[in-house]
């Protein structure tokens, strides 16, 4: 059974910081992979989709990397903002026995102060 | 850009009511999803839909029960709201193309509390 797990659960970092979110998953026959942002009380909001067979996407100051073999991908964020404050999440598609759900991590919280 | 609206932000229902959540898409996306989301459990699938009237269980199908009468709509119904059902309810939607990327849009979601 496909397993996300997402560390830290939750960071606080003073703005301007680069910071990494980790995300692992425990079957490495996945389809894609998929960072979302969420702020309090609100929908998801897709930020970056890496297909299997890539190693990395990059979108203004986000920047994610997917080490398959290893079961590992990170989500970067450069010179961060307080209007970067979240909860960020990683799902991904596929695994062995799970072809078409998306499972997801539980995030990491970010806040980011002034 | 791709949409997805749901009915309600808030909704409040007592105990053994028959509770109706909608989803709307606007971009023709043939899989539409509901997920419930819970503090410490992450999101988790209710049910899903390929395509008009076809419905997939997910993981936590109990309790819960779907309609796809239009390609656009996806409604989700709680046939006797229980207090284990309070929670936020969110709906998404992708465009199924083979070999090709999976992305899926989120609606603002539900926040349900069942008194």
């Known amino acids: 059974k496909q397993e996300v797990t997402q560390i830290p659960a939750a960071l606080s970092v003073p703005e301007g910081e680069n910071l990494v979110l980790n995300c692992s998953f425990t079957d490495s026959a996945i389809y894609n992979l998929q960072w979302f942002r969420q702020d309090p009380g609100k929908g998801l909001t897709s930020l970056l989709l890496i297909q299997s067979s890539q190693r990395e996407q990059t979108s203004g100051r986000l920047n994610a990397s997917l080490d398959k073999s290893s079961g590992r991908s990170t989500l970067y964020i450069a010179a961060s903002q307080p209007g970067d404050s979240a909860t960020y999440l990683c799902a991904v598609r596929g695994g062995s026995y799970n072809t078409d759900k998306l499972i997801f991590g539980t995030g990491t919280r970010l806040q980011v102060f002034p | 850009d791709v949409k997805v609206t749901q009915s309600s932000r808030y909704l409040v229902k007592r105990t053994g009511e028959k509770v109706f959540l909608e989803c709307v898409q606007d971009?023709?996306?043939?899989?539409m999803f509901w997920y419930r989301q819970d503090p410490g459990l992450g999101l988790r699938l209710i049910y899903f839909?390929?395509?008009?009237?076809?419905?997939e269980k997910g993981d936590i199908p109990e309790g819960y029960s779907v309609s796809r009468e239009k390609k656009e709509r996806f409604s989700l119904i709680l046939e006797s709201a229980s207090t284990n059902q309070t929670s936020m309810y969110l709906c998404?939607?992708?465009?199924?193309?083979?070999?090709?990327?999976?992305?899926?849009?989120f609606g603002p979601g539900t926040r349900l509390t069942v008194t």
């Open positions: 839909s390929y395509d008009v009237k076809m419905k």
């Open positions: 998404a939607s992708s465009l199924e193309e083979t070999w090709r990327t999976y992305e899926q849009y």
């Open positions: 971009m023709d996306h043939e899989n």
